[in-house]
């Protein structure tokens, strides 16, 4: 097959695709599905070309991998891809003309000399075809590297221009080796790092006796809370198709590294002899986020069903755990670990009090567990592609002397939903309006059918919940031997059997 007719094909099934309106409702679902397969990013390059130097300096603030002129670009082929479009409009006007005429011609010599227009005009067509799919990826391919914009409250710079938002729980104990949660897990025969790297490799590790059933006990609290607050509980596949996982803002392979790096696990033999060819690989999810975004793929949501709002329970798997040291030993950053995710698709004037919600639902869960905690807004520097706004949750750790990240929770209005197509149909009165510190709503896109906008919170990071259970729970005796574990009260009654080991844990 040509270069040519392959992008001819590649048009044909875009359009084709894009051309699936939605259906009516059935009677026996909830939510309306557009197609089982998934299309392209629906992308706004008008809003891209309206905005050049906003969207300019909006990457430069996030320290964004954009290609240097790809933003000017986006505008030059949109304009380009404009003008082929109305040209190909006419082009296929003519042909219908042509056709009528040749089927009224009864001289024999006018219909031949149409014919030949017809033929001439439908190899124009056919080139205008594959110019706009050439066009249409090369939109695509620049305009899927430009992030998210922005909240105008987030702090600009890098990590150390967070802004403290709220302080929570008891005031800080003094930092202390003696506290570090390597130690005091070994101790206690909480925690196996040796058999975890026996086994498997380094970041590698076994939760042990009181350190497993820690691990079940902070899940079942952390799941009863988000449930009062409205959140089904689901659980979620770990294995996920590498494109969904790009097209939520997680890149499966850093390919602007040198050597690339693959940030997430691929499962390479997953294929069976029917499979095709270009079926999107398979890799471990990075978090739960991802399939439970991919829950609403190609969905277009009831009037009045949003916000929906779900907790996923899944494992999360990290290739690449960080440098080794102390900012990142023992089970601050794992391969592999237990995470309770929120989710949310909201309509876009709901999603910022969603994101408030969420926090607050985060600052219950933490401040149950008794110890120091702050509200962090990060900066544009922190900020993932997909983030317009992300708040971290920040727990102090004694052992290792300084505050650690246990959570964040994220607004990313409609970047993962125009490259998954989540939409919903619009039941807000005309005089609705869209909050002034997000984006406005483009004029150009259906009112009816909006993209909605998905938000996502950490509800329980396991490992580093324990590794803040531990170092601010440890308790000593004269020596300074560590002899047990001070847990909050709350916890006891999603323990799993009885504590048998009396004076190793105390509930306080």
């Known amino acids: 097959m ?3 007719t392959r992008q001819l094909f590649l048009a044909r099934t875009v359009r084709l695709l894009f051309n699936i309106k939605s259906r009516k409702y059935s009677s026996k679902t909830d939510v309306e599905s557009t197609s089982t397969s998934l ?3 629906r992308l706004d390059y008008r809003a891209i070309s309206e905005s050049i130097v906003y969207k300019s300096h909006n990457a430069f603030n996030r320290k964004a991998a954009v290609p240097v002129g790809a ?8 304009t380009e891809q404009k003008e082929v ?14 056709s009528e005429r040749i089927r009224r011609s009864a001289d024999a010599t006018e219909k031949e000399a149409s014919l030949g227009e017809a033929k001439a005009l439908k190899k124009e067509v056919t080139d205008l075809e594959a110019k706009l799919a050439q066009l249409a990826d090369q939109l695509l391919t620049l305009a899927l590297a430009i992030p998210n914009d922005t909240h105008p409250s987030s702090p600009l710079g890098p990590e150390s221009s967070a802004v403290v938002l709220s302080t929570h729980g008891p005031a800080p104990i003094p930092a202390s080796p003696s506290r570090d949660h390597v130690s005091v897990g070994r101790a206690l ?3 196996d790092f040796e058999a975890g790297a026996t086994v498997t490799g380094s970041s590698w590790y076994y939760l042990l006796n009181e350190g497993a059933l820690m691990e079940m006990a902070l899940m079942n609290y952390a799941l009863s809370v988000a449930m009062k607050h409205g959140y089904s509980f689901v659980t979620t596949p770990d294995v996920v198709r590498s494109d969904i996982a790009q097209r939520c803002g997680f890149q499966p392979r850093d390919q602007s590294a040198d050597p690339p790096v693959s940030q997430m696990y691929h499962i390479t033999n997953h294929a069976t002899p029917s499979s095709h060819h270009n079926q999107p690989e398979l890799v471990l999810s990075g978090t739960a986020e991802v399939p439970l975004a991919g829950l609403f793929v190609n969905k277009v949501l009831p009037p009045k069903s949003l916000p929906l709002k779900v907790v996923g329970l899944g494992r999360s798997f990290r290739a690449e755990a960080g440098a ?24 876009e004037q709901q999603s910022e009090e969603v994101m408030e919600q969420m926090r607050n639902i985060q600052v219950e869960i933490y401040g149950g567990l008794g110890f120091p905690f702050r509200v962090v807004d990060m900066p544009t520097e922190e900020l993932g592609a997909s983030a317009y706004r992300k708040y971290d949750m920040e727990v102090w750790m004694p052992g290792r002397g300084r505050w650690g990240e246990i959570s964040s929770t994220s607004n990313c209005t409609d ?57 601010n729970g440890a308790r000593f005796d004269d020596s300074g031997n560590v002899v047990g574990l001070d847990l909050p009260s709350i916890l006891k009654q999603f323990w799993v059997g009885e504590n048998t080991k009396s004076n190793l844990i105390r509930w306080v």
Not at 92 to 98: F, L, P
């Open 189 to 191: 025969k909480l925690i």
């Open 39 to 41: 299309p392209k990013p």
């Open 85 to 98: 479009s109305a040209t190909l409009n006419a082009k296929r006007n003519a042909q219908s003309a042509v």
């Open 2 to 4: 040509s270069c040519w």
């Open 415 to 471: 970047y993962q939903a125009r490259r998954l197509h989540i939409r919903y149909r619009r039941s807000l009165s005309p005089t609705t309006s869209t909050p002034s510190s997000l984006p406005p709503t483009s004029p150009y896109h259906s009112v009816n059918l909006p993209f909605a906008h998905t938000l996502n919170g950490t509800a329980a990071a396991i490992p580093r919940l324990i590794v803040a259970l531990i170092e």
């Open 71 to 78: 933003i000017q670009s986006v505008a030059r082929l949109y």
């Open 324 to 347: 080794r040291g102390a900012d990142t030993r023992g089970l601050y950053r794992v391969h592999q670990f237990t995470k309770l995710e929120l989710f949310a698709v909201a309509e």
